[in-house]
């Protein structure tokens, strides 16, 4: 069962527009968000995350909104460049004690110049 | 980018023979955690540590063990390698376990022939 969605495998984006990733998850018990940002043969690099307190968080480019009561949340980013191009993950934990992160399957974000 | 080293960080080996993959960080991190790559399934945890000794399983565990006799090393072992577990496998650390992101090493490509 997977708990945190990433529902669209691919997108293609113009440089300078906006890209928007989405993830959906199904436990009610998640309370903190992230992203993360994959290039190939590297590790996945944080980008940025949200808590279930609030409904949006930026950094320069990055913007995160959660939508708690559609178990929503979203990763835009304006504008968009050419090295924005990678994998993107979201990802999820429960203020549970379990200490778990659950990611999502990915979003390969191609930006075109 | 944070002290986290995976090694080996390619490995080819036989089915049915044992595999042990380290991960070392420098941060002292209370939190680590092993995740597999693979097309199609993003990123899925398989064991994770929250403190010397102490460990859990994540969504993916059969087939593997880890072990934490120091805050700074956590091992996964393959304790008979099957092709199924070809895969990329990546070590994440985190100092809280919750509200606070994973920092990922670059991962151990491991293909079993």
């Known amino acids: 069962d997977q708990q945190v969605k990433q529902n669209s495998p691919s997108l293609s984006v113009q440089e300078g527009r906006i890209s928007i990733l989405n993830c959906d998850y199904t436990n009610s018990m998640f309370d903190y968000f992230l992203w993360y940002k994959k290039y190939p043969a590297e590790g996945p690099t944080f980008l940025i995350s949200?808590?279930?307190?609030?409904d949006k968080n930026e950094d320069g480019r990055f913007t995160v909104f959660l939508n708690k009561s559609a178990k929503h949340l979203s990763l835009h980013i304006v504008p968009s460049q050419p090295g924005d191009s990678a994998v993107y993950f979201c990802a999820a934990s429960a203020a549970s004690g379990t200490y778990k992160y659950i990611f999502g399957t990915g979003t390969r974000l191609k930006v075109l110049a | 980018d944070a002290g986290i080293t995976q090694s080996p960080r390619h490995k080819v080996t036989e089915t049915g023979t044992p595999v042990t993959l380290r991960c070392h960080q420098t941060?002292?991190?209370?939190?680590m955690y092993w995740y597999r790559q693979d097309p199609g399934h993003g990123l899925r945890l398989i064991h994770y540590?929250?403190?010397?000794?102490?460990?859990d399983k994540g969504e993916v565990s059969d087939g593997y063990s880890v072990s934490r006799s120091k805050t700074e090393d956590f091992l996964l072992t393959l304790e008979s390698a099957t092709s199924s577990q070809t895969s990329v496998y990546f070590c994440?650390?985190?100092?809280?376990?919750?509200?606070?992101?994973?920092?990922f090493g670059n991962g151990t490509r491991l293909t079993v022939t």
């Open positions: 994440a650390i985190s100092d809280q376990g919750h509200n606070s992101p994973l920092h």
């Open positions: 941060e002292n991190h209370r939190y």
């Open positions: 540590s929250y403190g010397v000794k102490d460990t």
């Open positions: 949200i808590s279930s307190i609030k």
